[in-house]
């Protein structure tokens, strides 16, 4: 089934991981992580996030962290989460060309997260495109599956949600499990149902493992046809704005399984692991992780 495939690895770790650690990770913590990662072959990586310190203190070296790392890993395709305008200037002064801009399916997370509305926040990345016409803009829809304060999310309201912002020329939207509370079959329909009314649009997944289903919602996506993922090295993970949500999918251990699949990734299973490792020993955090716990995690054929 999976022979001559592949899929692009997007490690999200030094956003979506370091944004969980309420004590701040010195900037050499964090650079010398992302070296591992870049070392162990990942293309793609989203390195930080320009938000207001006062809302995430932890990501206070987001321009210093993202100037390093432009001038030293030209080969991969770098980005950082934005929430509004003033986020995405400050990216694109660094000569970033990648930014995913958020916003929650869920008006009421919409509100905890970024405090706008759907509205608001519409009309801000209406700015962002209009200002930023050079940007590489990914919408990252928060909450897609469900939400802490809302519920569970139908495949039809994500898909009407999107309607304008396909309009207005969004090209690649993240469906972001925020809270890990989506199973395989809801992330099946959803992926469908937009697929059918937008043929054009390109779709990633960011699934978090709260319920222990981060691995079997990815491959759901990858099933669909999702021909990028996210994931966190050792799966450190949380949204600080969206109660009980917890790790993401570990990287390390996606790679592990569409390498067993027979996936051609072009990355080092071996270095991510240690990487993860290297990681859990340096941050305290939380890690949805397996594999790099194990101490031999090749897999042995067992013979009767
Ligand atoms: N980067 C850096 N500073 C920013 C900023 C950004 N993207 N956006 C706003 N600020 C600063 C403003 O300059 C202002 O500073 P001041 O108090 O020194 O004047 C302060 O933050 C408040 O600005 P305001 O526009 O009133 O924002 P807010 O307080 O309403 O907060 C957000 C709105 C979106 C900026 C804030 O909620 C945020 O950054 N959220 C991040 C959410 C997030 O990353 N969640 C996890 C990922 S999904
Ligand atoms: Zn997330």
Redesign the pocket.
């Known amino acids: 089934m999976t022979n001559n495939k592949t899929i692009e690895v997007y490690e999200i770790g030094p956003?979506?991981g370091f944004?969980s650690v309420r004590d701040y990770i010195p900037l050499q913590t964090k650079l010398s992580i992302i070296e591992k990662i870049v070392e162990a072959g990942l293309k793609k990586i989203q390195i930080t996030?320009?938000?207001?310190?006062?809302?995430?203190p932890q990501?206070k070296d987001?321009q210093e962290l993202t100037v390093y790392c432009l001038e030293h890993y030209p080969g991969v395709e770098l980005s950082a989460?934005?929430?509004?305008l003033?986020?995405a200037k400050?990216a694109a002064e660094t000569g970033l060309k990648n930014i995913s801009y958020?916003v929650s399916l869920s008006e009421s997370h919409n509100r905890a997260?970024?405090?706008?509305s759907h509205e608001e926040s519409f009309e801000e990345l209406r700015k962002i495109l209009d200002e930023l016409s050079e940007m590489e803009v990914c919408l990252?829809l928060?909450t897609a599956f469900g939400c802490p304060f809302e519920g569970k999310k139908m495949p039809e309201e994500g898909a009407a949600f999107l309607r304008p912002y396909v309009e207005l020329g969004i090209k690649t939207v993240n469906l972001c499990d925020?809270i890990g509370v989506a199973n395989p079959a809801q992330v099946r329909e959803t992926i469908a149902v937009i697929n059918k009314k937008y043929p054009d649009l390109t779709l990633e997944i960011h699934i978090h493992d709260t319920r222990n289903m981060g691995m079997v919602n990815t491959l759901a996506a990858i099933e669909c046809g999702i021909k990028t993922v996210q994931s966190t090295l050792g799966g450190l993970g949380g949204?600080?704005?969206a109660p009980g949500a917890s790790g993401n999918l570990a990287t390390e251990d996606l790679v592990h399984m569409l390498c067993e699949m027979g996936y051609k990734l072009g990355i080092d299973e071996q270095k991510l692991i240690e990487a993860a490792r290297y990681e859990s020993h340096l941050i305290d955090g939380i890690y949805s992780g397996h594999i790099y716990k194990i101490d031999d995690p090749s897999v042995k054929q067992i013979k009767d």
């Open positions: 956003r979506d944004q996030s320009f938000v207001s310190p006062k809302a995430i990501m987001a989460l934005v929430p509004n003033f986020g400050k958020v997260n970024t405090r706008r990252d928060a925020t949204c600080p704005f």
